[in-house]
């Protein structure tokens, strides 16, 4: 039986767990502190309008992520739509004609290759005048000797993705890249490292801001955000970095200035306090996960004893309709549009077909449980979020349920 597999699994997965949960208490101290240093109070909830001028409640939700994160400056706006729009407007913001950007973990994340140079694409950073390159992996590291040697007179940014992706390769721990960027800096000191922290916040004790990274950026509706932010996403770093971008925010010689929100910002507040308990049992959701589909013969990676350093966890199921299938359970055990059927379709910004089942509070929030995949072969689910391990645990269990009532796996 499934129930006795998932027992097994989480007897297997405890001294994991045990890690999730002490991380946890680390960061939650953290952002304890610094909403005390701060001292947040109700009138920091208010919403504004109009232009937003003098925003108490935006502006100090800026300071606030600056000070957890360990950085001179920030921008976090409901306005940044997601975390495609919140690496392109980074990226928009310190790319100039005749610039170039590099990124060393290989081909970037399907959405932001349109960013970069999407075919009968109007408005990419190509159309802008700036170049692309790109270095590969090796062996699922940075390969800093082949980094240093891509380096051109003309390499302005280089830019890591801290996560996996649509990949199938772990994501990169915070001492990797650490690693990176001191050797980087050392032979390139201007060079700008730009990290794609996207389902990589509050999963180590340290975030890229921490160890040098000069900007990163990511979405609130993932990690940071808790499961309670609404929408937005932030860009951190070095403040004269910061600066041009937020001239691309808004306007030139507006910048930051503006920008009101008519809603309470207490989801915003309520959601980064929560966001080291709630990363945390998305992880443990994500470790069983793991264990579970390896005692069903299934291949994942990372595995559930491997380090983690973002919130996915990928499967692969080799056929497409068992890809379907897992995906459909997740979406029927959900606690929103539990009755809706995803299929596959063309979503904007893919090369490939791609199901998405998330039956989220917030849509497409990914730091609650959702499970989505490109439809290509070898057909990799990637699962991440949960607001709870126990909603985690259930779905998990009603989703392999589902392939064995289609026939589709076998367990005794």
């Given at each position: ?6 027992k ?23 952002v ?26 935006r502006?100090?939700l ?14 976090v ?33 399907d ?18 005048g ?52 001191d ?6 000191p ?11 916040e ?86 069983l ?19 983690r ?25 959900s ?9 596959p379709w ?12 998330a ?5 497409g ?13 070898p ?7 949960s ?26």
């Amino acid at each position: 039986m499934i129930g006795d597999i998932i027992k097994q699994a989480e007897k297997d997965c405890q001294p994991y767990f045990d890690i999730c949960n002490k991380n946890a208490e680390i960061l939650t101290e953290r952002v304890l502190n610094a909403f005390k240093e701060l001292h947040i109070a109700q009138r920091h909830f208010a919403p504004s309008n109009g232009y937003g001028y003098d925003d108490v409640a935006r502006d100090t939700l800026e300071k606030l992520y600056a000070l957890v994160f360990g950085a001179e400056d920030a921008l976090v706006r409901p306005h940044i739509t997601s975390g495609t729009h919140a690496l392109s407007l980074a990226l928009f913001g310190l790319l100039k004609y005749g610039d170039e950007l590099l990124s060393i973990t290989g081909k970037p994340y399907d959405t932001l290759c349109t960013v970069i140079d999407g075919e009968n694409t109007p408005g990419t950073l190509k159309e802008m005048g700036v170049s692309f390159n790109a270095v590969p992996l090796k062996n699922d590291s940075i390969d800093i000797e082949k980094t240093i040697a891509a380096i051109t007179p003309k390499t302005k940014v280089i830019m890591i993705q801290k996560s996996r992706g649509y990949a199938w390769r772990r994501a990169l721990s915070i001492d990797e890249i650490k690693y990176a960027i001191d050797l980087i800096k050392k032979a390139a000191p201007n060079i700008i490292i730009f990290i794609d922290n996207c389902y990589g916040e509050f999963t180590e004790p340290m975030e890229p801001t921490h160890v040098g990274a000069d900007v990163i950026a990511g979405s609130l509706i993932k990690n940071p955000g808790g499961g309670l932010a609404p929408i937005g996403g932030y860009i951190l770093g070095k403040a004269k970095y910061i600066e041009d971008i937020a001239q691309r925010l808004t306007a030139p010689g507006i910048g930051r200035e503006t920008g009101s929100y008519e809603a309470s910002y207490r989801p915003f507040y309520q959601g980064f306090f929560m966001a080291p308990h709630t990363v945390s049992e998305a992880l443990k959701v994500s470790i069983l996960t793991a264990r579970v589909a390896e005692l069903l013969g299934f291949n994942v990676s990372p595995k559930y004893t491997e380090k983690r350093s973002d919130t996915i966890q990928a499967i692969e199921f080799v056929c497409r309709e068992k890809l379907i299938a897992f995906c459909q359970g997740i979406q029927y055990n959900s606690p929103v549009d539990s009755f809706v059927t995803p299929e596959p379709w063309a979503m904007p910004g893919y090369t490939d077909q791609v199901i998405m089942a998330a039956g989220t509070f917030v849509a497409g929030a990914s730091i609650e449980l959702s499970c989505d995949a490109p439809i290509r072969p070898p057909y990799i689910a990637y699962l991440q979020g949960s607001l709870s391990y126990a909603h985690g645990k259930i779905a998990l269990q009603k989703s392999f349920e589902r392939l064995k009532d289609t026939n589709l796996i076998e367990f005794t």
